[in-house]
């Protein structure tokens, strides 16, 4: 054993000696062992973690997870290794990161924005929410962006990154099917004679579309020296589009006295 120890550490190869090739292998096999045994454990506990909480594409978090855990082991390898400071390394990658983020700061935004409404849950695919003016039903959450489509049938790509940073409102079952719509009434105006009058208006102008079992709702927002602004609410059938209901019934309206008039 002492002999070829001697011989391992007198025998050179491009002046380094066999005992520390030897000694360098050794350590690159043990930290890939551990790396691949990290790996194959992390991954299948996130992935099963993820997949529980019904995260879509649960593949690329898991192949991040997987890259920072090679990278780790590079690292720890580079100095015994290859002679390298990690320092040195990570001062030159994060240069080169700072420069690529700067290049894909949306991206990354839109990225982090969508793992985020992912994982939260707040809003998923099934709700209807009002958004940037307008109302839809969410179809799809993925990385990028967030698909709404509104009641004509336009399917609306939000970028995550404006979703993130922008008021969302989520309806409920009971607002979902409900013609809403702002209104200036008459200073004098008897509410209780509005609001039966804009029943009879709901009920001409939209017909079969109007739900006979709820009431129509008139909400006073606020009083101005012209007007009494309020908030008019229309209960609709399930499966009506909300906008082209709040067409036609502005259209009614119009010729009410009560309206208060341009």
Same mark, same amino acid.
């Given at each position: ?212 079992? +709820? ?32 067409? +036609? ?14």
């Amino acid at each position: 054993m002492g002999a070829m120890w001697e011989f391992l550490r007198d025998t050179t190869v491009f002046d380094v000696s066999l005992a520390e090739l030897v000694g360098k292998a050794i350590l690159v096999v043990v930290v890939s062992l551990i790396a691949y045994i990290a790996d194959r454990g992390l991954s299948r506990v996130v992935r099963h973690v993820l997949e529980h909480a019904k995260v879509p594409s649960v593949s690329y978090i898991v192949n991040i997870m997987r890259g920072v855990i090679w990278s780790l082991a590079l690292m720890t390898a580079l100095e015994p290794v290859f002679g390298v400071q990690p320092t040195a390394f990570v001062a030159a990658l994060g240069v080169g990161s700072v420069a690529l983020s700067l290049g894909l700061q949306d991206t990354m935004s839109n990225i982090i924005g969508g793992l985020a409404l992912m994982t939260s849950k707040v809003i998923k695919p099934g709700d209807m929410i009002t958004f940037a003016g307008f109302t839809g039903t969410v179809t799809d959450i993925n990385w990028r962006a967030t698909c709404v489509v509104d009641s004509y049938g336009q399917v609306n790509i939000i970028p995550n990154s404006v979703i993130s940073k922008t008021a969302v409102v989520k309806l409920s079952a009971a607002t979902r099917d409900c013609c809403v719509m702002p209104l200036a009434i008459e200073h004098g105006s008897d509410m209780e004679e509005v609001r039966r009058d804009l029943k009879k208006v709901a009920v001409e102008c939209l017909g079969e579309w109007v739900d006979p079992k +709820r009431d129509v709702w008139v909400t006073v927002v606020n009083f101005d020296p012209g007007a009494i602004n309020a908030q008019i609410s229309v209960p609709l059938m399930h499966g009506v589009s909300a906008d082209h209901a709040r067409t +036609r019934l502005a259209t009614g309206l119009t010729k009410r006295p009560w309206v208060r008039k341009p």
